[in-house]
């Protein structure tokens, strides 16, 4: 039973424009939310952060948005850069662990 | 080093072989992680120290797994017997305190048991 969901294995962008990624949760006592970035051969490095008292996070290029009614979050990128192609994960946390979701490929072309 | 490292970055084992893997957190780091990550799935959670004390170990797949922490700081996962189940990479995260959620992650052991 998946708690996080990342429906979307890929995504393709046009370098420039924006990048949407979500992500769906099913458990409503996940408290925290995070978005990591993995290229290959290397660990996740942690991108950006929101916790479910808020709606809105934002860091330079990179907003997160949570709607706790939809059990829904999502990260924007804005404008996408050729560096920003990765894996993205989602992630939640309620208690000492993290929750990941399966990750989603981005690809940002010329 | 700044981040997290581990060793070795590859292991090829032969099915019913031991093996260990070293985790070294970031210098000073309460909170030390392991994960398992099988290809094309997220991390998935094994278990969780805090200092040298295992808080939970709730995500380990069976007692063939068991890791330690013993001084605090470096931690090892040791896996008895490996079966091909076991092929994945295990990453190691470290975090500063007791309560952060941001998990600074080693770049991982590709285990391959054949």
């Known amino acids: 039973d998946q708690q996080v969901k990342q429906n979307s294995p890929s995504l393709s962008v046009q370098e420039g424009r924006i990048s949407i990624l979500n992500c769906d949760y099913t458990?409503?006592?996940?408290?925290?939310f995070l978005w990591y970035k993995k290229y290959p051969a290397e660990g996740p490095t942690f991108l950006i952060s929101i916790s479910s008292i808020k709606d809105k996070n934002e860091d330079g290029r990179f907003t997160v948005f949570l709607n706790k009614s939809a059990k829904h979050l999502s990260l924007h990128i804005v404008p996408s850069q050729p560096g920003d192609s990765a894996v993205y994960f989602c992630?939640?946390?309620?208690?000492?662990?993290?929750?990941f979701g399966t990750g989603t490929r981005l690809q940002v072309f010329p | 080093g700044a981040g997290v490292s581990q060793s070795p970055r590859y292991k090829v084992a032969k099915r019913g072989q031991d093996v260990a893997l070293r985790c070294d957190p970031i210098s000073g780091h309460v909170s030390l992680f392991w994960y398992q990550q099988a290809l094309g799935q997220g991390p998935e959670f094994l278990t969780y120290?805090?200092?040298?004390?295992?808080?939970?170990k709730s995500g380990l797949p069976s007692d063939r797994f068991f890791a330690e922490r013993p001084e605090g700081s470096v931690s090892t996962l040791k896996i008895q017997r490996t079966q091909q189940e076991d092929s994945a990479v295990y990453l190691c995260a470290s975090s500063l305190t007791e309560v952060s959620y941001e998990q600074y992650f080693g770049p991982g052991t590709r285990l391959t048991v054949t």
């Open positions: 120290f805090q200092n040298e004390a295992q808080l939970d």
């Open positions: 458990n409503s006592m996940f408290d925290y």
């Open positions: 992630a939640a946390s309620n208690t000492d662990k993290l929750i």
